[in-house]
């Protein structure tokens, strides 16, 4: 599993998420009972965060299935980019917009998923871009980012969702996101189910969504703010991928979110900037980083 943070304020966007990569087979069960999972072992250097465009201010925060079939989902956001550069698309660097790309990678992912074999497991997995489309990174003025999301489930995209279309200032996570739900929001994600099954009369999930929407805006945590610097945003992202991993490690349960933190941030001026990153090799026996 993962988690992923996305904080926009007007200085630019950060990414944020952990590095656990878990292998997880299926349980022999009744099939009345569903699918369940078995966590053989969890991995702890899975690269999550990607810049989709060299020298542009766009990236991307992966969270879900590490892989579609034998490609884990860090070669293939590479394979992306470099579809991108490389002209294997038609796409025009200098004018691209943030929804643009994001479907486009949709549609790549889509086309992985279509060339599986017809006993390969479908993926579920997420991603969140965050950066600036092209016309907003010459002109003067407000030109804020955006913060767009790929969700697939078995195999299947949903369209493209603009994440922050009424105000590009806020916090986004997904993932295993229990304990980020109960700091920021105030309550579990699990509360709307509670009350359905302890109220009398059983309410409507109509009536539970406007109490649900009532306690959020009585109970979240206001924290994120406009004018927040980039570098508080910065420390904002990685402490609460911190805390999601020490949720993790306390709760019952195989360590599903973990390992070193990874973070960028992505400003209109100063483009796709890493702040955090782990290498598997040495600097100094690498004369080229190779990206």
Same mark, same amino acid.
């Given at each position: 599993?993962?988690? *992923?943070?996305?904080? %926009?304020?007007?200085?630019?966007?950060?990414?944020?998420?952990? %590095?656990? %990569?878990? #292998?997880?087979?299926?349980l022999p069960v009744p099939a009345a009972m569903g699918s369940q999972q078995a966590v053989l072992t969890v991995w702890n250097n899975a690269n999550k965060i990607?810049?989709?465009? !060299?020298? !542009?201010?766009i990236g991307c925060v992966a969270y879900g299935s590490g892989s579609i079939g034998s490609a884990s989902i860090s070669t293939l956001l590479k394979d992306f980019r470099l579809r991108l550069r490389e002209g294997l698309e038609d796409f025009n660097p200098d004018a691209y917009t943030m929804q643009e790309v994001t479907q486009r990678l949709s549609n790549f992912l889509g086309e992985r998923?279509?060339? @599986?074999?017809p006993n390969d497991p =479908?993926? &579920?997995?997420g991603m969140m871009l965050g950066g600036y489309s092209a016309d907003k990174t010459t002109g003067e003025g407000e030109n804020l980012g955006e913060v767009w999301s790929i969700a697939m489930q078995n195999g299947v995209c949903s369209p493209p969702q603009n994440m922050r279309p009424q105000g590009p200032v806020g916090i &986004?996570?997904?993932?295993?996101?229990? &304990?980020? *739900? =109960?700091?920021l929001t105030g309550f579990s994600p699990q509360l709307p189910q509670v009350l359905q099954a302890? @109220? !009398?009369p059983t309410p409507s999930p109509q009536q539970v969504a406007g109490l649900m929407g009532f306690v959020a805006n009585k109970l979240q945590a206001p924290i994120v703010f406009a004018p927040m610097p980039i570098q508080d945003t910065i420390d904002l992202a990685?402490? #609460?991928v911190h805390t999601a991993i020490m949720w993790? =490690?306390?709760t019952p349960g195989a360590p599903v979110v973990g390992g070193p933190i990874e973070s960028a941030a992505i400003t209109k001026h100063e483009g796709f900037k890493w702040i955090r990153r782990k290498h598997y090799f040495q600097r100094e026996f690498n004369e080229e980083v190779i990206e």
């Open positions: 599993m993962s988690i *992923a943070v996305a904080i %926009s304020v007007h200085d630019g966007i950060v990414l944020a998420a952990d %590095s656990a %990569s878990t #292998l997880a087979a299926a990607a810049n989709l465009l !060299k020298g !542009k201010s998923v279509a060339a @599986l074999g =479908r993926p &579920s997995l &986004s996570f997904a993932g295993e996101g229990e &304990s980020l *739900a =109960r700091l302890i @109220l !009398k990685e402490w #609460l993790s =490690r306390f």
